[in-house]
């Protein structure tokens, strides 16, 4: 891991009044430049060709001679050939000489290899370095390690596919949308050894990452990915926010159960399994007698992470959540920086957010509002690493 030391030493450079707020654009950029530019920072997104259209032409941000913005939110779009150029020794001096502090997102741990992140990204990140890490499943001290020193609640593991007894879901890569899952449910040993070779025949998952897969019961309920905040720098109030709660689009999952089941029942071939891959999002909201609880979960995970890591967690973290019959929790994903789902928040914030904060107060902005008060009161030293 690159020291710590390294990059704070790198902030002396830095002119924290020309701080720019800076990520790979993609995932959640358009939330985190939304609350940047919010807060009054610059934004700047890493763009790759082909694909940077979004940023550079239709959320381009439009400012007035006094920098009031007028409409967009991308300041800046750096397009690269690929977005693993931001590696480049000159490329990351360029990201420093203009005073750039980094937001990670889960575009930024997948596209960049993990170890050039921890050991040769000398650009002063915004988050929990150390952390990105364990959100790869099958790493030796991924989340479900962490969950299991946390003592928090999370789906069986089945290690053995023949002692399935009821329905599981099959956690694997896909074989070519590299990126997206390759997910499969089954209730039986059959129905797993059928439904594996089907996907292997159709080229949708492999046999060497089916050997790697993560097999777990499947929990029956409603999906909520809470959207915390943690902040080192709070001194008066809880450290730890409930920002928002959204929930997946995953494709083409939700057309299937958009479907009456006699429908479903006359699909076939490749339409009779569906893919889960994640296309979009939506906000939801909790019954009352079930934030207390999402709060204990959090508070559990970032003790957990401060007593296992160097720096613990800093700022944006989602806990993927579903809620069982009896209003249990069982988090079956973990994602130690800005959740994938935040978009939904921008702009008008998330009712818990706004209700801490009494304005709209999204992911996006929580975390320029921490890089703002961490400039104030000169401790970006706390909240970089």
């Known amino acids: 891991m690159i020291d710590r030391k390294r990059i704070i030493a790198s902030l002396e450079d830095y002119d924290l009044d020309k701080a720019k707020v800076g990520m790979i654009a993609s995932h959640s950029a358009l939330d985190v430049c939304d609350g940047a530019v919010e807060e009054g920072f610059r934004t700047v997104g890493v763009c790759q060709e082909g694909r940077e259209k979004t940023y550079s032409r239709f959320f381009k941000c439009q400012r007035d001679g006094s920098g009031k913005v007028l409409r967009g939110v991308v300041d800046e779009c750096w397009v690269l050939k690929e977005f693993k150029e931001i590696m480049d020794p000159a490329f990351q001096e360029r990201l420093r000489r203009e005073n750039v502090l980094f937001v990670p997102n889960r575009s930024f741990t997948s596209y960049i290899d993990l170890r050039d992140i921890e050991e040769d990204f000398a650009v002063p990140m915004v988050g929990s370095r150390d952390l ?152 939801a909201t909790m019954r009352e007698s079930l934030i207390e609880g999402a709060f204990a979960l959090a508070e559990k995970y970032v003790k957990a992470t401060q007593e296992h890591y160097d720096t613990g967690i800093i700022g944006p973290f989602c806990l993927q959540t579903c809620v069982d019959k009896d209003l249990r929790f069982h988090i079956y ?19 818990y957010g706004n209700t801490t904060w009494r304005t709209n107060m999204s992911t996006g902005r929580r975390l320029a509002v921490e890089i703002r008060r961490a400039i104030e009161t000169g401790q970006v030293d706390r909240i970089v690493t």
Request: hydrophobic content about 35%.
């Open 333 to 351: 994903d973990v994602a130690p920086r800005v959740g994938g789902g935040t978009n939904v928040h921008m702009w008008v914030g998330h009712p």
């Open 132 to 283: 990105l890490r364990s959100e790869e499943r099958g790493e030796e001290r991924d989340y479900y390690w962490l969950l299991e020193k946390a003592g928090l609640p999370y789906p069986k593991r089945i290690v053995d596919p023949k002692e399935i007894e009821g329905l599981v879901i099959v956690k694997l890569h896909h074989k070519v949308k590299k990126l997206e899952r390759g997910f499969f449910t089954a209730s039986s040993f059959e129905e797993y050894v059928k439904k594996y070779k089907a996907l292997i025949a159709a080229d949708v998952i492999t046999e060497e990452d089916l050997a790697l897969a993560r097999v777990e019961e499947y929990v029956v309920g409603p999906v909520f990915n809470l959207d915390f905040f943690y902040s080192p720098l709070e001194s008066k109030m809880d450290r730890i926010e409930l920002l928002g709660v959204d929930w997946r689009f995953e494709s083409s999952l939700d057309g299937h159960v958009r479907l009456p089941a006699p429908q479903q029942m006359t699909l076939q071939g490749e339409q009779a399994t569906p893919e889960y891959t994640v296309c979009g999002h939506n906000s």
